[in-house]
């Protein structure tokens, strides 16, 4: 790793320091670096707030001149909720930028580069660019296809079973395995069930860590049907969760509900009466939620891959067989010719069980 | 890996090229060492031939005396096709012997060493004995459990499924997960099927490279149904072929089956007429098959796993999706509470395909 590299791995890891607070804006992180000595660095702390270079110059003040600054997203070229970074880039006097990668909001988009350049600052793209693009996948997402970046996970026995017949899952994947699913829960916006999950389990969705970022907790609940009872709309943090249905009929649940705290997500409803997955994921998108891990039950997990919508597939596999049970997907059947292909991109052992980390191909 | 190790591989690879002539025996191979050199080296090339020992001993003729002798597996100490190999060991005057591991055979187990150290010869037990077991596990399970040793191989989509709702399973997986398969099928003395599966695919059963060694294939066919035409019984490797049946009334195709060459194996059924899979093995391996590769399909792998014969399962996961399909497993229902455990041993990835190795927990 060389110096810049080294740079920018600070950057990194301050802009993530603004995990589940930016949404939808990205983590941004801005060092600045003088004589091989930082000077000035700041990050992106929430939704609205400072940009991460203008806090860095402040830091910086005069010595700022002739500095070079770090930062993992192209600084803004236009007028939002604050300055455009550029205009103070330049002002500061700062005379090399390095950049992980371009933003693709499209007002930016190569912008905030062209103005640096044509001010004479020498600028470098694409320092870390994977790390940089892995960072804020949801926030890409969400700029490009208007939803946010899913991440399926399901948890399966050897045979492909995700409960046996009379309904059980828990727990079919062993603690460690489930570690991993909390450290997922603290790394994506929202945490999302279908409803036939949320009545067999009454999941509380939370991260096993509740000092900072609790995610947004989503259930698609088609015609509104979720017992006040339940977790999700009774316990502390039920001003975290997002009830999306598509019900038009019950005035007088969806007003009690947003009485205790939760947020409704009407959407619009298919011929069946079902929720519009495309809809209601742009309209999650809007909500500011630009990442979604998604831990099934099979019917959800089969729409969404069925869609196209599943941006990764995180597939435990535990050293057990069941002979029948509940199938990992419902609600679809190919034949093996037109089966739907995936791409394994890691294979992991987490205590007893196996994870397939895959993709849509 | 020191010397004594060095010496002990070549052994096993000598072993190794006796594989498929010598069950129900074992594979061994001898090198006698004098001055850091082999002097005499053998290998027991098919059941009834000499043994390893007594070639190398031959081999080395009067040099062995005081030399040391490498075998990967314990001498033999009684009479059998051949005679003993302890008493040309002591008699040749070899001062040294190193053994991968004890002979489980009751016959000898142990006696062959006590007598190699009565005649004061240095002995020492167990240098590479993990691979000396793994060589001849077919062996050693065909002495202790007096049943062959049983690879399950199956190849399922990502959610459990190994064929296509129309049945269609060619091909889940890819060619490199194939080759594998064609490799596995050199390495063990028969390849299993159902009757279920030798109807729908028609089946060769055979390893990819025909110079050499061809396992049997084995297919249990419970009342006898299979077709003249079908190639098991019609292609040149037809005296390969073992048909297991149940079935009582069908004297005329046995008559049949036996003068194309095919070997039928009746054993008993039980109530509803199907083969009993204890009995079976049981005389499978008194045929000379120590170990098996069963390659489904969902009834044969779902009965093996229940009755808890499977000594290795080999569950290939293609990165393909197909909603419904044909499982992995039938015959059974366990509740989660209950389900058949097992252990992942190896994880691997053949091509776009993962392959998962596991045993019976």
Excluded at 49 to 78: D, F, K, M, W
Excluded at 330 to 340: P, V
Aim: net charge positive; aromatic share 6%; glycine share 10%.
């Amino acid at each position: 790793m060389d110096k810049h590299e080294k740079w920018m791995q600070q950057v990194l890891e301050l802009a993530e320091k603004g995990r589940g607070n930016t949404s939808p804006n990205p983590m941004v992180g801005a060092v600045i670096v003088k004589d091989d000595k930082i000077i000035g660095k700041s990050y992106h702390r929430k939704f609205g707030a400072a940009h991460a270079e203008r806090g860095a110059i402040g830091q910086a003040g005069e010595s700022a001149r002739g500095a070079t600054l770090y930062v993992n997203l192209e600084p803004c070229s236009h007028e939002g909720k604050t300055p455009p970074c550029v205009d103070q880039i330049i002002k500061a006097g700062i005379s090399e930028v390095y950049i992980g990668m371009i933003d693709p909001n499209p007002r930016v988009n190569g912008r905030g580069v062209q103005k640096l350049r044509e001010a004479g600052i020498n600028v470098h793209i694409g320092l870390l660019e994977k790390e940089a693009r892995q960072l804020n996948r949801g926030f890409i997402q969400y700029m490009s296809k208007n939803r946010p970046w899913i991440t399926l996970k399901m948890a399966q026995t050897a045979d492909g079973y995700i409960a046996d017949v009379s309904g059980k899952s828990q727990w079919i994947t062993s603690s460690e395995a489930r570690e991993y699913v909390m450290h997922q829960r603290k790394i994506h916006d929202g945490i999302m069930v279908g409803m036939g999950t949320v009545f067999k389990d009454d999941p509380g969705l939370l991260p096993a860590n509740l000092d900072g970022f609790v995610p947004y907790r989503i259930v698609l609940d088609d015609s509104l049907r979720i017992p006040y009872r339940l977790k999700l709309v009774s316990d502390e943090f039920r001003h975290r969760t997002v009830v999306v249905t598509a019900s038009n009929k019950k005035d007088q649940k969806i007003k009690q509900l947003t009485g205790l705290g939760i947020r409704i997500v009407h959407t619009v409803g298919d011929s069946f009466g079902w929720i519009d997955l495309t809809a209601a994921m742009k309209q999650l998108s809007e909500v500011g939620i630009t990442s979604i891990y998604c831990e099934g039950g099979s019917q959800l997990a089969g729409s969404l891959i069925q869609l196209g919508m599943v941006d990764e597939i995180q597939l435990f596999i535990a050293p057990k067989v069941l002979g029948e049970g509940i199938s990992t997907f419902s609600g679809f059947m190919k034949s093996l010719d037109s089966a739907i292909p995936l791409h394994w991109k890691e294979i992991k052992q987490l205590g007893p069980d196996i994870l397939l980390r895959g993709e849509l191909a």
